[in-house]
């Protein structure tokens, strides 16, 4: 081969092989593949070939050399291209883009800025929908191009514009999208592979549709203008207004009431992309209730908008006029006119007429607050004014009515005339100290639980609050609480109460004497609590006094640490300090009410030691309970007797309690529960002996399963509280809680055992009898259920159909394989998809029962389940199949829709 044009070609050896043969008459076609390589220049190149030999007969040499000035000798042509390349000038679509708009235009202007022809695959090399930034699309298309087609060819130098069609899926987000694409194309002449990646794009808007409803006349004239989401039961309309659609289109204005089947009715967009309707409503019970009402497809029922609004009973008015029980004379108090609506709709502009006085003992200072108010539907308001009672007691009350205007239909509402109850108004309370009663005319440093009663009364006509309570004391460091009643008291006329004082006299007084006792408590007027408190004081007529000798109890010979209260039959301790060394003196132990001169057991005589402190044991006895008291006496001559039984050198009083005792129950809250659900395990400790002693320490062991239980539960947390401590007469509760990790199977259950284990708190730690204990097995049995259902059979085939056919089929039940009722049992249906990827929309399938309904787990454990399957118009031919979930929906009370067990 002879090339004109230097090149950079590559031959390969030609095709046959050299030398072949030639006979007379015969012709060879002789083929040479030439690799034309990538640095070769592009343009016109002319290929000339010549041809040598030898004759068969004389070995003579021969050839056919290039001479083109001879016509026989020819020459061949060809052009050396550049590779194509494909540049993406510009995009150019809508503006605006709606939900579910089909064949959206999307056009391609494209220039091949390379040589070579490109053969582009509109079908397969084109990404438009993959390449926008926000939405979800469905079916792009070269327009007008039959799937498949031959590649589209554009030559070097050449631009083109090509129209995609792209679906707006209905169910996209919306928004600002940049549409981008990306182009895939090859070399015509050698199939190499290129790519267009240029930055060319365009923006639209993906408009989501907005239905909005509105009141219509009489009442609000001219429609759909006046926007609202409640409307009255009765003679109404609700006029339905979308925006935001394709312009100039069918669509669907689906209204969905409370119960009942939905109401489709036609409607269509104007060149704005607005659609209009209405929906008339009546005097039926049936409709009252949350509606929703949304734009569709013709041919489906996903919604484009979509709107919620209520039916509601009409308003209705009444008044409630309220004044407080009694009030104090010269007090400022409140009247209340609370607006009841029993209806649906709101009370607008609601206002109160003129109130009138029947007895006039208070004047008027201001009011209403304020002037108009709002009631909700099925709801209450109010409106306050302040009156002041005057210096004349007696009954006062108050008459009024309410007026409002009914939202939704703008009726005037009048309400019928309301009386308060009687106010009335008292005279001041008039608070009184008779007596305070000392109970000890001596008391001893140390000496513990001292009653001193203070006697109140109110004779006024107003109760007072007592709020605070006090004793003071002329000598001495002492310590009170008030043991009853509980503050804040109310102290009524006409009833007398007595302040109960528990005291303790400090241990470290130097100084005794004569000690006068003040008692004080302060209150305010019940009616009134923002009047000035009032103290009342008295001082006891009596007085007591103070000695110094002091003395503890404890239930250890080292007298550490004190201790009051002890067991029937334990060993007390009882110690003396601040008396005077060497002295003989008498050691009583005897119940509190008990005198000296009748003391039995007398312990004996005992004489003072060195340090001034004396020191005794006595063990307590079995069948007496209650407070007893030691005393510590002078004696007189050689007989020993009390030298002044009424005069003790020293006291102390101290509790005699029965042993306590705990006892236990447990039980499982809720007792029925289902895997991997929470349940509380609560133990109840109970210390109930009479007279008893506390119980400290009180520690539970950690819950086991019981003989014969069945499933698991794991521990999440407890016990809670970690410890108690029960005085005599009082309960704690401990509490686990687990979570369910296996069930009890179908006729199964679970208990679970612990123990209890405390402290006697008045017996020493080395006791052995000290530890107590209550071992208890749960009272309940827990039930943990499990969930499991299935759908036989498989297959629920409606066979051939044609377009705008319904067919039903009954062929299937939903079984419950679990150990519980199922409750919510919901479908969850997928598209249905031919082999050629055509759809059908989920919402042309309609399976009974509806989701939401039961699976018994009696029997016969099942629930029978059909379906109606609805074909669109125009629907491609094929045969289509789509994958339903049935599930239990177990998210009570808000249902997610997921699948929970299915």
Known sequence: LIFETPANYSIAAPIPSLPPTIHAGDSEVITFYVNVLADSESGSDYIGAQLTGTNAKTTLSISDLVDYSV?????????????????????????????????????????????????????????????????TYLNQSPDGVPDPSPPFLLAGGQTATVRFNIDISPLSATGTAEVKAVIFYRD?????????????????????????????????????????????????????????LQPNRDFRLRWYPPVGDPIAQFTFTNSSGVALGSLPLSTDTDLLGNWSVRVTRITNEIPLCETS??????????????????????????????????GGSRIDTASASSLTIDNPIAAYDSGPTPAMTTVPGKGTANITWNYTADTTTGNFSLTGRGYGVDSNDLRDLISDYDTSAPCVVQNPPQLNMHYVSLGQNVVFNNQQNISVDVGVSNTGEASAWITAADIEFSLGDYSLTLASPALPFLLQPGSPAVLNFLVDVAPTNAVGGDVTVTASYTAIDANWPESTPVTVSLTATETWELKLPVGYCSAYLSMTPEQYTFNAGQIVYAEYANLTPEDSLRLLYMTANKEAADADPVVGQFEVADDGTLQNSYQLPESITGPWKTELHDISGKSGTLADEANPLGRQFFTIQNPGSISSTMSFVPDEIEENEYVSLVMTVSNNVADGSTIKDIVPSLPLKYLNSSGTLVLDSGPVPASATLPAGSTATFTWTFIADENTGADGYLQMIATATGKDGNLPDLDPQQATSSTCISTNQLRIYYRNLDYTPSLLDFGNMICGDSKLVVSGQVNNLGSTKLTRVTWSKGFFISELLDEIHPSNLTLHPLSGFEVPIIAPKYTLASGVMQIPYNQPAGTYLATTTVFEDMMNPAYNGFLDVG
């Open 71 to 135: 016509p026989s000798d020819k020459r061949g042509e060809w052009i050396i291209q550049d590779q194509p390349k494909l540049v993406l000038e510009q995009i150019i679509a809508s503006e605006t883009v709606y939900l579910d708009q089909v064949g959206v235009g999307v056009f391609l202007k494209v220039r091949n800025d390379g040589e070579a022809t490109a053969k582009w695959d509109l079908w397969n090399g084109t990404e438009i929908i993959e390449n926008i930034s926000l939405g």
């Open 188 to 244: 015509a002449n050698n199939n190499n592979d290129y790519a267009c990646y240029d930055p060319a794009s365009t923006n639209w808007t993906i408009r989501a549709g907005v239905l909005q409803t509105f009141r219509g006349p009489p009442q609000f004239d001219p429609p759909y203008e006046e926007q609202a989401s409640s409307f009255n039961l009765g003679d109404f309309k609700v006029y339905a207004k979308a925006y935001n």
């Open 309 to 342: 609004f209520e039916v509601v009973e009409p308003a209705s008015l009444s008044v409630e006029l309220k004044l407080p029980p009694s009030v104090t004379i010269g007090q400022t108090f409140v009247a209340t006119m609370t607006f009841i609506n029993n």
